[in-house]
C-alpha cells in the first residue's frame, strides 16, 4: 500500500501540489517512526533528498553544505537513510555518504495527572498557542494545526495517549506523547528555548484551564467541532494589540495603537508593498509578547488652501513625524501599570504652518493642529488601573487633551481638523507638560468621576529638567468631571459628562501677566449607533485664559463603506476677546478613506461664515488633503 501511495505522490509533485501538504500526508502515513529514534545530523556537502531511495526518484528539495537536518537511523534503503529536512518541512532519503550523524533527539512525554473539569462534555477540549515570532506546525495524534505567530487554535480529542512533534524552521523539532483525560480544557503552549548547543528547542507546557482567568474568552471562540478557530487577534490585528489598554481619548497613544494595528478594509491591498512589513509586525508582536513593549510610528501631510487671507500666501502645508508606545510591566488579572511615550516632529513645508492660516483668514479659530515646533517630548507617563479598570491615575509627561471632555471624533488625524472639535475651544487647555489625571467608576452603577491638574504653561518642546521647573513655578490647570458611562474603557468619551475647569493666573518668565485667572464649564453628550456616531457640546468659560467666551457644537460621522468615514460638525462661538461682540458660525466637512492597509487620505473643507477678525469677506473657505502613513 505504502509504494502505491509514494507513486502518487511523485506523480502530484509533478502537478506542483504544495511541498507542505505532501509532508503532511506522507508524514501521517509514517507515524510510527515515532516510536523509533531520530537524530540530530548534517550535511557533508550539497545533498539531494529524493523521495524514494533511489537517485532515480524524484528530488524533493536540495539541502546546502553543514546545514541541520533529522535523520531517522533505524531505516536503511541500501546506500540510503531517511532523513527530514525542517528548513523545507521536507521528509525523504539521502545518500548516507552525505549525511553525519550527530546527538539523540529525545523524546519528551507530557503525561499528567489531569482530573476531569468540565464534566458538561465528553470529549477535551485542546487549545494549542503557538507563542513564537515564527509560524510552527503541531501534529496531536492524526490532527495537524498550522499556526501563525501568537495564535491559538483548537481541536476536540477522546480521552488517552495521543503523539505529538511540534515543527518548525531553523528549530529541533520536539516530539513525545501527551496523555488527555475526558471531559477536560486543557491549554498546549508551545515556545521555544536555547540548549546548552545554542540551538533552538520547541518547549510545551500542557496547563489546566479550569483555573484561568482567560478561560471564558477561549471558550467563547471554540466551534463545536473539530475545525480550528482562530482567535481575535489573529483575524483582526496585525501584531496582537488587541488587549491594550485604553486610558485616553481617540487620539492617545493607546488608542492609535490599537486603531493602528486593526486590520483594514481598505480599498487597495498592495501584497508586494504590504509583504515585508510581515517580521516588522511579527517583531512587533515578539516585543509584546517578552517584554510587554508596543509601539508604533506614523507621518502625516497636510496641505491647506484659503479662498482669503489678510496676508501672505494663502497655502499652508505641514508634516508630522511620530513615534509611540507603552511598556507594561505590571499585568495581573486586577491591576495594570505601564509607562507611556511618545516623541514627535511638527515642521512647516510652507512659510505659513496650517495652524495659523486660519488665523490669517480671519477666523478666531485655528483650521489645523498642525504647526512649527520641531522636535518635542509630548508623553512620558506612568499609567495605573486598579479593580480591573474601575479606579486609575496616570502622572507624567502628558496631554491634558487626552482626558479632559472628550468625545469619540476628537482626533485631528483622522476625523475633524478645525480647533472647534480638537479639545474645547472654551477651555483653557494648556499644551504638553507635567500632570495627572484621576478615574473612579462605578461608585454609583455606570457613572464615573475623574479630574486632575496640569501645568498651565507646559510646553512639548522643554527637556524634562524644564518641563520640572515650569511645573514648579505653581501655576496649573485644574478640572473635575461627573458623567455616565455605560462602557468600560477608560475615558472613551462616548458618554454624557459635565467638566468643570478653573486656571490659575499665568505669568510669563519675567513676571509679565499673560492671562487672568479663569474658569468654566462644559456639558457633552456622544454616542455610537450602529456605524453612526453623534455628539453635541457646549461650553462656556470666564476669563481670559481660553480662546473662545463660549462654543456651541454638534455633528456626527457615519462609515459609509469598508473602513472609510465621513463627517460633518457645526459649531457657533465667540471668542474671549471683550473688543469682539459677535459670533462666527463654522461648518466642516470630511471623508477618511482607507486607501490601503497603511494609508489614510482625507479631503476636508471648512467653512465660516462671519469670520470676527475678517472686515473683507462674511465667508472664508479653507481646503485641507490630508494623508497620513501608519505602522
Known sequence: MLPLIQNYFSKTIRYNISPWVLFIVYFSCNIPEANAQWFNANTNKSTEVYLLPSVKSDVLTIVDSAQFLLVFDMEHKDKFIKVWD??????????IEDITI?????????????????????????????TTIDSMMVQLGKDTVNLAPDEMKNITLDEGEYLYWAIQKET????????????????????????????LEMELDLMDLKDDPEFTMYKRSFLDTVQVSKRINIQNTKSG???????????????????????????????PMDKPLDTYYDFKRYIQLKYNVAIGMDYMFLGQHSSYVKSGSPNAASGIYRFFGTWEPVNTKDTQGGLIFKIENRHSLTPTAPRHLGYESGSALSTASFKDMGWGLTNLYWRQSFKNNKYGFVLGIMDPGDFIDLFPLLNPYKCFLSEAFFNNPAMAIPNQGIGGAFLAKDLIKNTYVAGGFHDANGEPTNFISNSFKSFAKGEYLYWIELGWNTHTPFLNGENIHVTYWYQDARTDSEGNLISNESQGICFSASTSIHKTTLFSRLAYSQGDGALMRYMVMAGCSYNIVKDDQIGIGVDLGAPVDPEIDESQLGIELYYNMQLTEHVNISPDVQVYINPVYNQEKSAVAIFSFRLRYAL
Open 102 to 130: 550527530n546527538n539523540l533527539l529525545e523524546a519528551e512525554n507530557i503525561i499528567k495527572n489531569i482530573h476531569s473539569t468540565h464534566a458538561n462534555h465528553d470529549s477535551a477540549f485542546i487549545y494549542i498557542r503557538n
Open 86 to 95: 525542517i528548513e523545507s518541512d521536507q521528509k525523504g532519503y539521502a545518500l
Open 172 to 199: 529541533i523539532p520536539d516530539y513525545g506523547y501527551i496523555y488527555i483525560p475526558d471531559s477536560s480544557d486543557l491549554m498546549l503552549q508551545v515556545g521555544q528555548e536555547f540548549n546548552e548547543n545554542k540551538m
Open 241 to 271: 494589540y488587541d488587549r491594550i489598554q485604553m486610558t485616553g481619548g481617540s487620539k492617545s497613544v493607546d488608542a492609535d495603537l490599537l486603531n493602528d494595528d486593526m486590520k483594514k478594509d481598505a480599498w487597495v491591498n498592495v501584497k
